[in-house]
């Protein structure tokens, strides 16, 4: 089991941020934002207020620092007013995780401040999708698991058996972890799972599947993996919590959109501080963090908060230091794989899509 890295705080000067029709001087005696609750922050930041968009994802549990930063005050520490809608996929841009627009109370808002994982890098180096990665945020939040009297052990067992994963899930990294199937074996085969994420019916469709001899391992999203490892259905084979190199590596990174970053040059920064400064939270006390959000409505009233705690409390949230490294890593996956064309180099690629702070 590897140590984990500890909280590092990004202290960034604050530049003056282009004013536009999304921002609003900020009162000096500015508090936290509504509904903070206990432990919020009192707002420091005297550059203008940026009204900013978000997804509202209710129950996701690898983004509870989003729900953290602004119960707890964080984003109004930085100046940052974020207001959660529900996504809207039946405009354009719906991608991975997250939608480039949202419903909001009179029609489609463009969402602002969303989470990417690698599979969006090859439409935001293409221009097709507007933002730019500015942090990590974790390592660790999927794993996959298999039938407790299953033969496989360990990653290399996994070689050309039936491996299922959610809908809008990606496959690449694990085909990259498990390696080319042995010469005269069969491939790897994937299986889309009906159900996409916080649908209640997954896990029973997981059981039924492995009970039925229909899959040999499946890639959940937590904490439905561990909620099946609990009740002593399934056992782990790999992770990116704890399996290498993909423990070293951010799976979610913040991004935010590039119109915005243009007019607000220290957005990434204030945005980044607030994000480091909830998980920092998360990192240090997940049972009450997860407590406090099942109060507050985020989690429903059935969530397994022990095991959940434990959960979040493993995840790396701590900036590794190699953001624009993880970056580069991803992007030549995705050319090995064909899915960008080799005419720049990775390195290359991360300078169209990066803007840190």
């Not at 070689?159 to 990294?173: E, F, H, M, T």
């Not at 056992?235 to 607000?264: F, I, K």
């Not at 900036?319 to 390195?347: K, M, N, V, W």
Request: overall charge neutral; glycine content about 8%; proline content about 8%.
């Amino acid at each position: 089991m590897i140590s984990r890295r500890h909280f590092l705080s990004t202290v960034l000067p604050v530049v003056a941020a282009a004013s536009c029709a999304r921002s609003e001087p900020v009162s000096p005696d500015s508090g936290p934002e509504p509904g903070a609750g206990n432990g919020a922050v009192a707002t420091s930041n005297t550059g203008p207020r940026l009204k900013l968009t978000a997804a509202r994802l209710p129950g996701v549990l690898c983004m509870i620092s989003w729900r953290v930063a602004a119960e707890r005050g964080f984003f109004a520490a930085e100046g940052l007013d974020v207001e959660f809608f529900p996504q809207d996929f039946s405009n354009h841009q719906g991608h991975h995780l997250n939608s480039a627009w949202l419903n909001g109370p009179i029609g489609p808002v463009r969402n602002d401040l969303i989470v990417v994982e690698y599979p969006s890098l090859q439409d935001m180096a293409s221009g097709q999708w507007d933002y730019y990665v500015v942090a990590g945020e974790h390592s660790g939040c999927r794993q996959v698991v298999c039938p407790v009297g299953s033969p496989i052990r360990e990653v290399a067992d996994l070689k050309g058996k039936r491996i299922g994963l959610r809908p809008n899930d990606d496959s690449l990294i694990w085909e990259d972890l498990i390696g080319p199937a042995r010469a005269g074996t069969e491939p790897t085969r994937w299986i889309r799972a009906p159900f996409a994420g916080g649908d209640p019916r997954e896990s029973e469709w997981v059981k039924t599947e492995f009970a039925a001899g229909r899959l040999d391992a499946y890639v959940s999203v937590d904490p439905v993996g561990e909620i099946l490892k609990a009740d002593g259905i399934v056992r782990l084979v790999a992770s990116n919590t704890w399996t290498a190199p993909l423990n070293g590596w951010y799976c979610c990174m913040l991004a935010v959109r590039q119109e915005l970053v243009d007019m607000h040059p220290d957005l990434p920064g204030r945005f980044t501080r607030a994000m480091r400064a909830a998980a920092a939270r998360v990192e240090k006390n997940p049972a009450e963090e997860v407590a406090f959000l099942v109060e507050k409505g985020y989690f429903p009233p059935t969530t397994r908060q022990d095991l959940s705690a434990r959960l979040i409390g493993e995840y790396v949230w701590a900036t590794t230091g190699r953001i624009e490294q993880d970056l580069e890593r991803y992007f030549r996956l995705l050319i090995e794989a064909g899915r960008i064309p080799a005419t720049a180099s990775p390195r290359e690629l991360v300078q169209r899509v990066y803007r840190g702070a």
